[in-house]
């Protein structure tokens, strides 16, 4: 199984991107998915999950009324639709799914990765 993020990019602060991260091998609309992000010379940080059922998305305090996370079930994608970007939201971004469910903000708890893909927000 791989994930594939795409849509990352060069943008300056007040601008908007969207990422969108497929799979190959298998479909996750039924399972829990997140975004996370890796600023340089930092920490591997949450930034939204998605789950399925219950509470369906939370976001990290950070991004919270800008960025917003959704799933197209029927392609099997996972959107991260950025507004208002500033320039720390500069960072490599991850998807992550996991095997369950419910969702998590614990990096530790997803079970499939994607490559990443950067994204630069300049002020």
């Known amino acids: 199984v791989q994930l594939q993020a795409s849509g990352g990019g060069s943008v300056q602060a007040g601008g908007s991107l969207r990422l969108s991260c497929g799979s190959s091998?298998?479909?996750?609309?039924?399972?829990?998915m997140g975004w996370f992000r890796q600023p340089p010379g930092k920490e591997r940080e949450f930034v939204a999950a998605i789950g399925w059922g219950g509470p369906t998305t939370i976001y990290a305090d950070s991004v919270k009324g800008r960025f917003t996370i959704s799933r197209d079930i029927r392609k099997g994608t996972v959107a991260l639709q950025m507004n208002n970007l500033k320039s720390e939201d500069t960072a490599v971004y991850y998807c992550a799914g996991r095997r369950r469910a419910s969702i998590s903000a614990d990096a530790t708890t997803y079970d499939y990765w994607g490559q990443g893909t950067k994204v630069t927000v300049s002020s």
């Open positions: 091998g298998r479909t996750f609309s039924n399972n829990a």
